[in-house]
């Protein structure tokens, strides 16, 4: 059998590898074409990936063409294209999971509940950022997509991991560098624990989640360290260090996780946070001299508080939060009087107030305006915390809750299980909040305000499926 007929079968085969790209487009298209459709939820997701490997299939499709007209055909221009439509699809299979996972109809109506409440709580943000000119329309992001993976705790990337194609296997590897091309999928991500998905009093944990997700897609690093650092002042040099670089994300995660469900987040955080053997001895640096990403478990327990304290605008509700969180402190300290980081408290409620209440350009109501504060677009009201108490007490007594919102019926969900986990358990509490919720008139196609105009966006997508290809090409892929 002649090397010319073995490269033609090869060529043959290559065509059908490359209508996988296709076919997988048009079959996920379809799943989400009409508001009856079991993914409609996700139609601007799916549209937003697919168009891009639809981009690399006409990247690859067109090479094919002009390889062709330039006869012979060499092993080496197949194996190249070969592993280009390999690159795409497992950059593809990253979000196709995502999507699959919501197959089972249970498992479905969770994480679109979940999903429901990540973009409450991203949404104000992130339209603000474009209203204000700092996040281009062409550059929006899209609702987050909440999938359930086998890790301890919730996460959020605006892309779940960095790829590497190993050209000898065929793999990808996991490099740091390689997030630039997933940067360009405007699509953020968020996982939760398979548990989460049926315990839904933990998914106020999302509100934290999406916290990194806002610090990240609209550009706040910076801002946010400058506030940080403006509010502390002449402080000794490793505080301002340790608030405004080392600790500055979670720190804002946990203020946003606040401002996102209220006293729920702080007393289902608190829950996590307790029973650890070293709380009063923990310190940072450790022994080795490494510093860690969040807080000692002391001083988030003070900060969760402390942005209670400072969520209300009016006395009133003011006093009714700071007593929340008065409580909550007297009874985390009753167990541990005493931590390794004393001198840090005094900073707390300078560092809160930065964060939450500072303005901020990004958050500007249109080009050119003021910037507001965090605290002014997302924030969790005396009357939310009265209609989530009031839930709590129902579901808890057999009774339907009756709220109509999202943020705070998943805050009283968590308060339900918090004050009483033998009635919610007994009295079939959370199956009431999830009836509640699915009930709720939700849109079911979601979309952001703004929408980036279709050639902008076509450019995008070219240039990023062309950059993807070039990197390959020159080997460092």
């Known amino acids: 059998m002649s090397d010319i007929d073995s490269l033609s079968r090869r060529v043959l085969a290559l065509d059908a590898k490359l209508a996988t790209l296709s076919g997988e487009t048009s079959a996920w298209r379809e799943e989400s074409k009409d508001a009856q459709a079991r993914f409609a939820w996700h139609r601007s997701q799916i549209a937003e990936v697919c168009g891009d490997l639809e981009e690399m299939h006409a990247v690859i499709s067109g090479e094919l063409a002009e390889l062709r007209k330039a006869q012979p055909l060499t092993v080496a221009a197949i194996e190249r294209l070969e592993r280009r439509i390999l690159a795409a699809l497992q950059i593809w299979e990253c979000y196709r999971s995502k999507f699959a996972v919501r197959i089972e109809a249970r498992l479905r109506e969770s994480l679109i509940l979940i999903d429901d409440l990540a973009w409450q709580a991203y949404r104000p943000a992130h339209d603000r950022a474009v209203a204000s000119g700092r996040l281009p329309a062409e550059r929006a992001r899209l609702p987050p997509l909440v999938f359930p993976n086998a890790r301890w705790s919730p996460f959020a990337r605006s892309r779940e991991q960095a790829y590497e194609l190993d050209e000898a296997t065929g793999v990808l590897r996991t490099i740091d560098d390689f997030e630039d091309y997933l940067r360009a999928i405007p699509v953020p991500l968020i996982g939760i624990p398979w548990y989460q998905v049926s315990h839904l009093p ?17 550009g706040l690093e910076e801002d946010l360290r400058q506030l940080v650092l403006t509010a502390l002042g002449a402080v000794d ?34 829950d996590v946070l307790r029973g650890a053997p070293d709380i009063a001895t923990e310190s940072q640096p450790d022994a080795a001299g490494r510093w860690r990403a969040y807080p000692t478990r002391a001083l988030r327990v003070r900060l969760v508080c402390e942005a209670l304290r400072q969520l209300a605008a009016d006395e009133p509700a003011k006093a009714r939060f700071s007593q929340i969180a008065d409580d909550f402190q007297a009874a985390w300290t009753a167990t541990y009087p005493a931590h390794a980081l004393p001198a840090y408290e005094d900073d707390v409620p300078r560092v809160v107030h930065a964060l939450m209440h500072a303005p901020l350009e990004a958050l500007a109501r249109n080009k050119g305006g003021a910037g507001e504060s965090l605290s002014s677009v997302l924030g969790f009201t005396d009357a939310m915390q009265s209609s989530a108490k009031a839930d709590a007490d129902r579901a808890n007594k057999a009774e339907d809750p009756t709220g109509k919102d999202v943020r705070t019926l998943f805050a009283a969900v968590a308060l339900a299980f918090r004050q009483d986990p033998g009635r919610y358990a007994a009295e079939g509490a959370q199956n009431r909040f999830r009836r509640r919720l699915l009930n709720l008139p939700m849109e079911r196609v979601r979309a952001f305000s703004g929408a980036a ?24 892929v």
């Open 237 to 270: 040099e490793e505080r301002r260090a340790a608030w405004s670089g080392r600790w500055r994300s979670e720190v804002f995660a946990d203020i946003y996780g606040v401002l996102a469900t209220g006293p729920a987040f702080v007393g289902t955080l608190i």
């Open 453 to 476: 105009p279709a050639a902008p966006e076509a450019d995008r997508r070219k240039a990023a499926a062309r950059w993807l290809f070039d990197r390959m090409e020159a080997g460092r």
């Open 202 to 218: 933990d998914a106020v944990f999302v509100g934290h989640e999406v916290g990194h997700l806002v610090e990240e897609d609209l």
